[in-house]
């Protein structure tokens, strides 16, 4: 088990809907990441947070919202989602964020199915 | 255009038996290059990180090389147990801190 959780592990919602993912980290890093996984497709980063401030976003569609309270949760809220967003999304936590051996360590990820 | 290429797409091997997949890369600069292991329904874990001067390095049954000459990194699994089934990634890191992702090779271990 890493030390990063996620919250639910799986979700359908409907396009209409407003939903929010849950991320916690229990490592003391400082660096939380978003990323999306589509089947046959590379991970694709979506959000970076460093010491709560967003540092990176990667032309993600406004209907997914990243906040970062505290440097140990990470949320993505979501609405008026499509079906092509179904996916696997994955929460990531690092030491640091621009530093070159950052390993990150990821958690389990929440399974969305969008209706 | 950086890239990372992974082959093959998947495999099935016979428990006990040794495998190796192989990550091709185009990205630059080069910082380092990362092997992780995803089982089904839970997050990528990492089996081993190597840098610029790093020809292998070993984590158990797994054992990474790099050619970065050749930009090519190759994983090597000794002794297959059918809980090494899941997909490895290769991951390969910029001197920018950017991450670039394979698609993952998916093993299957049958008894």
């Known amino acids: 088990e890493t030390g990063v959780t996620q919250t639910p592990r799986h979700l359908v919602m409907g396009m209409t809907n407003k939903k929010s993912l849950k991320c916690e980290q229990h490592l003391g890093h400082n660096a939380m990441y978003w990323y999306k996984q589509s089947a046959k497709k590379p991970l694709e980063l979506m959000f970076v947070?460093?010491?709560?401030?967003?540092?990176e976003n990667n032309s993600v569609p406004s209907r997914f919202s990243p906040e970062c309270p505290n440097s140990s949760h990470l949320f993505l809220h979501l609405h008026t989602l499509q079906p092509e967003d179904s996916a696997l999304y994955l929460c990531?936590?690092?030491?640091?964020?621009?530093?070159?051996?950052?390993?990150?360590?990821f958690g389990p990820g929440t399974r969305l199915t969008v209706l | 255009k950086n890239q990372v290429e992974q082959s093959p797409q998947s495999l099935i091997i016979l428990e006990g038996k040794n495998c190796t997949l192989q990550c091709n890369y185009t990205v630059s600069p080069f910082s380092n290059l990362r092997w992780y292991k995803q089982d089904t329904g839970r997050g990528p874990v990492s089996l081993t990180i190597m840098t610029f001067s790093e020809n292998t390095k070993s984590n158990g049954r797994y054992t990474a090389t790099l050619d970065a000459d050749t930009k090519q990194s190759s994983l090597h699994i000794t002794a297959s147990q059918l809980s090494d089934s899941a997909s490895y990634i290769c991951?390969?890191?910029?001197?920018?801190?950017?991450?670039?992702f394979g698609t993952g090779t998916r093993l299957t271990v049958i008894p």
């Open positions: 990531a936590s690092s030491q640091g964020w621009a530093v070159s051996y950052n390993e990150q360590f």
């Open positions: 947070y460093s010491l709560e401030e967003r540092v």
């Open positions: 991951v390969v890191q910029t001197g920018a801190n950017n991450l670039f």
